[in-house]
């Protein structure tokens, strides 16, 4: 085996973060290495840094023995470097061959030579396993044929060594298995990979070699079959790591009921017939495959969709189709699917987002006029109590990372102690600190006699947190079965939509 | 070499990136007089004279002012809540024709200060209505606001001429096209004696003080924002959209109404067809150059209406086209894009 990346000494500052401290990393032909590390430890910068997108203020790029320029993505596409980002670069409107062939052609060129472009990305789909339409639109594409157009398009560029960023980020657990393998077989033709990921499974299942990156600094480097997740979680976070459990208590009254609720999104029916009970001091998770309704049943409760038919019930008093507003004041907090879409105002400072919801209430308003010491209190307290690192009062929300912003919403609705919590995927995209942290609030909301709806696509996160399960498939929701009955396999089952014959077993 | 978003922007920095932005345009410009064959400092400093040199110059600019901080502080709420009132223009004819109309129906024996604040009221409500139209299509259809707005500014001052040459001509004018005048009594007072500067720079003063406290203190001023950034999250956030849109609409079409009606109870008297070069479109270049704050609307009136004073004078003294004054108010606006980028990010190499 030969070196065919050398990243050497790699150093990168933004103002006083340190995002990148002395990093060096070796890839080695025809391997998959994994680098692991939370939100914030530097990995998307280094990789902006070996791609030329960011310019190292110390240290160099060595590709097949020669440095690259710094600064120039088009250097390392010349020499062979693809890079797949989180966030997909793909124009909509265009068709895949044409998002391919983009800017792989002279610009005076007088015609696109599509035919050789088509019979190429044929070739390749066809070699590498990725199977695609070249004339499909990308608007029309799913989230994981997006991503084989992206990783298509490092490939027609001759790239021999691909980075990508986060890549299971979007997608379910069956694509991202699909994914790996891919990987696997890519590797077979002689491309060498690093892929980013703060995912312990993925990495576990996926790498030959991992490398670990904490506060900027690579802490470790483990040959990936002789390491365990345990080892892994620890160096990644620096200290031991363990998720909290849940304890069996008493459940309480019925609290929030729906029964046969029809909800209609773009005159389709998004949601049908969903019957389900959650009861004070209880989680119940709602676990399915990406797609299947989870969005409509958010907007349904949190407020934003009404229901066309059947009754949404708090306490026995209709609520539904109320609006944001209505379901706020009677207690029912919200965490909502995308935080940057719908949690925050990114431009608007941390004290803003954090009373918004609450804004027109006496406690941070008299008279139309904003109380805007009592606001600023409430959010100090708010950063202290749910450990909102590096945010102040005055900083736009927009700067917070995903985990920390994710605590600033939970914390908005916890400050309110809420009867009934609506957590719609409140880990995703967060990193195993993160996501204990997101846990152990949920946990002692509930035993503080909350009523929980968790929306997971996580079996491990539904199974070790709920009391009751129910699965969503195609906008319908299973029978319950409770937590006891429940296993990943069962699950698996339900989610696939097979639920019919252990009804009697709920 | 890439650009990084500051973590957060200082007024000073925002005034000093307006101030670079100004200045900058003016170094355009003088490379046109140059080219008209006057020395720039001379022009410049004739543009100075015209607008500052004298208090009759002082209180002209001033005079001039007025409706552009208006139709500045309009077009600056709206663009914050991304309503896009292109329409100040009709705004301001509207607000115009109404005052004319109720200053001179008024019974002129009311006392006048109870008149003259009846007769603002009925310029803001004016113009509140005829933006409350587009807002409510945009609300109900999705119809887009820029293009209704737009073409009502036409369709208001055709109207406007067909009031003015029929019902409410004004019989004393010998045949000009002109409206009936506001009653002499509920004419605005003057500020200065012997000068045009009237009580409607207070009012619009006051105008700027009262919507910056809106937009910065109010829930609704609140609520408003959070809609124009991500109008998703703050609909989540249980913020009602139409409430909202519709209170800005009001707002914003009030002071292009008022603008038209303190022009018309303080400098004109009555109405006519040309009694605005353009006061509505300059309001929306006035809130560019002011960044959408209601403290900058108050300067950027100041400024562009010192560089149209100011070009009058530069042109009678040494014979370069006012036209400058255009050119020099349209770089300005560019200037101030690029301003505003390198204020809210920084260069990174």
């Known amino acids: 085996m030969s070196t065919v990346l050398r990243l050497d000494r790699i150093t990168k500052r933004f103002g006083r973060l340190v995002a990148n401290d002395e990093v060096t990393l070796d890839l080695e032909d025809g391997e998959i290495l994994a680098l692991l590390g939370e939100n914030g430890a530097g990995k998307t910068t280094l990789m902006n840094i070996l791609f030329g997108h960011y310019t190292a203020d110390a240290g160099a790029v060595q590709v097949f023995g020669k440095t690259l320029p710094p600064g120039r993505p088009r250097a390392a596409i010349r020499v062979g470097v693809g890079m797949v980002h989180q966030h997909f670069a793909l124009a909509d409107n265009l068709s ?68 990508l960023d986060e890549p299971t980020a979007v997608l379910a ?69 363990t998720r909290p459990r849940r304890e069996d208590h008493e459940i309480g009254a019925p609290l929030l009921v729906a029964e046969d609720v029809t909800v209609y999104l773009d005159r389709k029916p998004a949601l049908q017939d969903l019957t389900f009970t959650v009861h004070e001091g209880e989680i119940l998770g709602i676990v399915g495959v990406s797609g299947n309704g989870q969005a409509a049943l958010g907007a349904l409760l949190s407020g934003v969709a009404s229901p066309h038919d059947g009754k949404l019930m708090l306490q026995g008093r209709e609520i539904g189709g109320l609006g ?54 409430h959010t100090r307290v708010l950063i202290e109590r749910f450990d909102i690192r590096g945010a102040s009062p005055e900083m736009r929300v927009g700067l917070l990372s995903g985990g920390n912003m ?37 946990l002692s909301a509930r035993k503080a006699g909350a009523a929980i709806i968790l929306i997971s696509e996580e079996l491990e996160e539904a199974l070790s947190l709920s009391d009751r399960l129910q699965a969503i498939v195609g906008g319908r929701l299973s029978r319950p079965v409770s937590a006891k009955d429940a296993n990943p396999r069962r699950l698996g089952l339900m989610m696939a939509g097979v639920w019919d014959e252990m009804s009697n077993a709920a | 070499m890439r650009l990084e978003r500051r973590t957060s922007v200082k007024w000073t920095l925002g005034a000093g990136a307006a101030l670079a932005a100004v200045m900058t345009a003016l170094a355009f410009a003088a490379g046109l007089i140059l080219a008209a064959g006057v020395n720039p400092l001379v022009a410049y400093l004739e543009m100075l004279r015209g607008a500052l040199g004298s208090r009759l110059a002082i209180t002209e600019m001033l005079t001039r002012a007025v409706p552009l901080m208006l139709t500045g502080l309009a077009a600056a709420v709206a663009f914050r809540a991304r309503l896009w009132n292109i329409g100040a223009e009709g705004q301001f004819y509207l607000g115009a024709l109404a005052v004319a109309w109720a200053g001179h129906s008024l019974m002129s024996s009311l006392p006048s200060a109870i008149g003259i604040a009846a007769l603002m009221v009925v310029g803001m409500a004016a113009g509140a209505l005829l933006l409350s139209g587009p807002a409510y299509l945009r609300l109900r259809f999705n119809v887009d606001e820029v293009v209704t707005t737009l073409l009502m500014n036409f369709v208001v001052i055709l109207f406007v001429g067909l009031m003015i040459e029929g019902p409410m001509r004004d019989p004393l004018a010998f045949g000009w096209p002109q409206s009936v005048p506001v009653d002499r009594n509920f004419r605005l007072p003057d500020l200065v004696q012997g000068t045009r500067l009237h009580a409607g720079f207070l009012i619009a003063l006051a ?69 605005s070069p353009g006061f509505g479109y300059a309001g929306i270049v006035v809130a560019m150059l002011a960044a959408l704050h209601p403290a900058g609307v108050v300067a950027a009136s100041v400024f562009v209406a010192t560089v149209f004073v100011g070009a009058d004078a530069m042109s009678r003294a040494t014979g370069v086209p006012s036209f400058i004054a255009d050119v020099i108010v349209a770089l300005a606006l560019l200037t101030m894009l690029v301003a505003l980028l390198f204020s809210s990010y920084r260069i990174r190499r």
């Open chain 1, 96 to 163: 895949v061959l044409d998002n391919i062939m983009l800017g792989s052609e002279p610009l005076l060129r007088m015609r696109s030579r599509r035919q050789e472009g088509s019979a190429r990305l044929l070739a390749l789909s066809e070699k590498f396993g990725l199977p695609v339409d070249p004339d499909a639109r990308v608007s029309g594409l799913s989230v994981g044929e997006r991503q084989r157009v992206e990783i298509l398009k490092a490939l027609y560029r001759d790239a021999r060594i691909l980075i």
């Open chain 1, 173 to 241: 657990r069956p694509e991202a298995r699909q994914l790996f393998e891919t990987l696997r077989s890519m590797t077979g033709q002689g491309l060498s990979i690093i892929f980013i990921s703060h995912k312990l499974y993925e990495v576990m299942a996926a790498s030959d070699r991992v490398a670990v990156l904490r506060e900027g600094r690579k802490v470790a480097e483990r040959t990936t079959a002789r390491t365990t997740p345990d080892e892994l979680a620890e160096l990644m976070v620096g200290n031991p790591v």
């Open chain 1, 324 to 377: 944001p507003r209505a379901f706020i004041a009677a207690g029912i907090g919200r965490i909502p699917e995308d935080r940057h879409a719908e949690g925050v105002v990114g431009e608007l400072p941390v004290w803003e987002n954090s009373v918004l919801e609450r804004l027109a209430t006496k406690a941070f308003s008299n008279l139309g006029f904003v109380r805007r010491r009592a606001a600023r209190d």
């Open chain 1, 406 to 442: 994710q605590k600033l919403i939970l914390g908005r609705v916890l400050a309110a102690a809420p009867g009934v919590i609506i957590a719609n995927q409140p880990t995703r995209g967060l990193d195993e600190g993160a996501i204990a942290a997101v846990h152990a609030e949920l």
């Open chain 2, 207 to 275: 105008m700027a003080g009262i919507v910056w406290l809106i937009i910065a203190r109010t829930v609704f001023g609140t609520e408003a924002r959070a809609a124009g950034f991500n109008a998703r999250a703050a609909e989540f956030a249980g913020v009602s959209l139409p409430r909202t849109i519709m209170g800005v609409a009001l707002l914003s079409g009030g002071l292009a109404g008022l603008a038209g009606g303190i022009e018309v109870a303080g400098v004109t008297g009555g109405v006519t067809t040309t009694m």
